[in-house]
């Protein structure tokens, strides 16, 4: 390594997927959010992980994902490739958690109450919905 920071190897490779938004932002085709997609599946099936930002829940002792509320007024949950990515929020201090991108895939697809998941909402922004979801948890039919 070149400098003094810490990485955790689970996020080893996520950096291709801030590359990849990075493209699909300069150039929004169907050809850059396929290539994104699959980069994220990739990732995914490397057993790459997401770091997520948590808060308890008052009356008990579950935890709840940070979400996050779109103009729209649709909520989504939030997940960052990196520590650097989750730090440009900056605005308070948060819990996080390193979680596996399958796992949160999964779990995304299940609660009704959220749309989908904002990766990186501060920077390397994709907006992932269900369906894109599914796409690459390759549930393309669901």
Known sequence: MKDDKKIDESLLGNEKIEEAIKLLQGECTQ??????????RK????????IIAVEPYISSEKINIGVVQSPDGLKWWSAFTSFDEELKGGNEVKSTFLTDIEQLFKSAI???EISGIILNPWNRTIMLDKKLISIILGNENS
């Open 110 to 112: 299940e609660v009704g």
């Open 31 to 40: 050809e850059m959010l396929a290539h994104t997609l699959t980069v994220i």
């Open 43 to 50: 990732q995914m099936r490397k057993g790459g992980q997401f």
